[in-house]
């Protein structure tokens, strides 16, 4: 595929953001079917956060354009081929993961409306209704807005510059899939949908991570390149469900189970690889020293916020406390990974767990220094629940710079889950 005269002929309005509603993270859709089956009256509001402030999006931006996307977005259903994909195939060595209810229900469905407002040189836009139906804006809502400042970046480069830019992006990818081909016992994914450069490229880069390494590249978290380029899709579970759940809870005791009320949920659902515990919410030390045993029997946990190390270091010493071997565990490492990274920690702990890698931003949209200005450099836009039947999520994370919601909940937050002094971590996107 000729991506450069592809991106040329945007211009004349080839080539929607959005192709699919499975374009989107398999982790959505699996948070999506357990809160249907959970917590299906539960009112929830998505709002787009940039925390990158020196990218001004509404500058960037046409407001017509964004919603001529997003209202596309709108239009869209599951077709045919999409729905037997999700019914038949095997997933995690599951067939018919999705159960008929659920799927007869996202067959029929449309996005609801959005809000969208202008504030300075910043976007506002939120969802909200049911949380089963506004949640799965948030992937697309992410890659719009990435991919048209992709594009606003582009607009004015010409046939051949653009041929240049991307035959150097191109290589950049493949030198970083040179330096992996060397790590013995990788085992590697690519988690690059929310802040992807755009659809093609993440498509393009998937198939050379399949080809350049082989069984060390394990599948994409993006269902529609799944399905459509045959590799598995990745993906488990995330922040929301406990933000949401905590939110929903009333009173400090029923806060502080929360985050094991959901897991529990989760445990009546899946099983084997699926059951990976995603443990930062509210700070990883906490969450596992009040942890229920049954929780350190299952298969892994992912280290998603701090210093990625030292999360590793007490998954190990937990699972050990808890009289599990390491050895049989699986540690997940998904927050800002580039290539030296990832040799890093594959070299820090091979020996004494299983070690996966969820790839992202940097294999995604690496197109820092190729550009004047660096203008098409990565930059950090989340899209997250912000309140629940009118109560506000909160996130800590294990790294504050990340932590989300007011002031006075966040101090409760702290406070209920024993969270003390965090070290900030510069977020790398």
Wanted: net charge negative; aromatic share 10%; glycine share 8%.
């Amino acid at each position: 595929m000729d991506i450069a005269t592809r991106v040329y002929n945007h211009k004349w309005k080839i080539d929607p953001i959005i192709r699919s509603l499975i374009d989107t993270d398999f982790y959505k859709l699996l948070m999506c079917q357990s809160v249907f089956r959970n917590k299906p009256e539960t009112e929830v509001t998505f709002s787009l956060i940039n925390r990158s402030t020196t990218v001004p999006l509404a500058n960037l931006i046409d407001e017509g354009e964004l919603r001529e996307q997003l209202d596309h977005i709108r239009s869209l259903s599951l077709s045919r081929g999409e729905s037997t994909w999700l019914r038949g195939n095997t997933f995690y060595g599951k067939r018919q993961m999705f159960r008929p209810d659920f799927m007869e229900w996202f067959e029929n469905l449309r996005l609801p409306a959005y809000h969208l407002e202008r504030i300075g040189d910043q976007y506002e836009l939120t969802f909200e209704g049911k949380w089963h139906e506004v949640m799965l804006w948030e992937i697309s809502a992410l890659a719009v807005l990435m991919e048209l400042r992709s594009r606003a970046v582009l607009n004015d480069m010409g046939r051949f510059e653009l041929q240049v830019l991307y035959a150097r992006a191109m290589t950049r990818v493949w030198e970083k899939i040179e330096q992996l081909r060397d790590i013995d016992g990788l085992s590697i994914a690519d988690f690059g949908t929310r802040r992807r450069h755009g659809f093609l490229w993440q498509d393009w880069c998937v198939q050379a991570m399949r080809e350049g390494l082989g069984s060390k590249f394990t599948g994409t978290s993006n269902c529609l390149i799944a399905m459509r380029r045959e590799v598995e899709a990745i993906g488990t579970n995330a922040h929301e469900l406990p933000m949401v759940y905590s939110a929903l809870a009333a009173g400090d005791t029923a806060l502080a189970q929360a985050p094991y009320e959901v897991l529990s949920d989760w445990h009546d659902e899946h099983e084997g690889n699926l059951r990976i515990i995603l443990p930062d919410t509210y700070g990883t030390q906490g969450f596992l020293d009040h942890a229920p045993d049954w929780l350190a029997g299952w298969t892994g946990i992912r280290i998603d916020s701090g210093d990625p190390a030292a999360g590793a270091e007490v998954a190990i010493k937990w699972w050990q406390e808890r009289g599990e071997d390491p050895q049989n565990k699986r540690v997940i490492f998904s927050d800002g990974l580039d290539v030296a990274k990832i040799a890093e920690l594959q070299g820090q702990f091979a020996a004494r767990t299983k070690v996966s890698f969820g790839w992202g931003t940097l294999l995604t949209n690496d197109f820092r220094g190729l550009v004047p200005d660096d203008r098409l450099a990565p930059f950090s836009l989340v899209c997250k629940a912000i309140s629940a039947n009118g109560k506000p999520t909160v996130k800590l994370s294990d790294n504050p710079e990340k932590a989300m919601g007011p002031r006075s909940e966040i101090t409760r937050y702290k406070r209920v889950f024993g969270v003390g002094d965090q070290e900030p971590i510069e977020v790398v996107v």
